[in-house]
């Protein structure tokens, strides 16, 4: 009996270090996808706007980087 009440007490600790564990691997999915997410439109916006003012001036930046290239 007293053997195995430390054994429990080890496998209760070790699934709330699993769930710990879990909840704290889908936070920091979360967060990545959120900062992925933001960091996309953020550049999609940049790039339209970009090619919007570049287009009446009649230059591009990838014409430019190409042609450096």
Sequence with gaps: ???SIPVSICIGI???A???VAVV???VVVVVVVVVVVVVVVVV???VTENS???RSNSSSIR???NFL
Excluded: A, D, H, T
Aim: glycine letters at 4%.
């Design 64 to 66: 430019s980087i190409m």
């Design 25 to 27: 691997v889908v936070v």
């Design 1 to 3: 009996m007293l053997n």
């Design 53 to 55: 003012y570049r287009s």
């Design 45 to 47: 916006e940049v790039v």
């Design 18 to 20: 699993v769930v710990l």
């Design 14 to 16: 070790g699934q709330v």
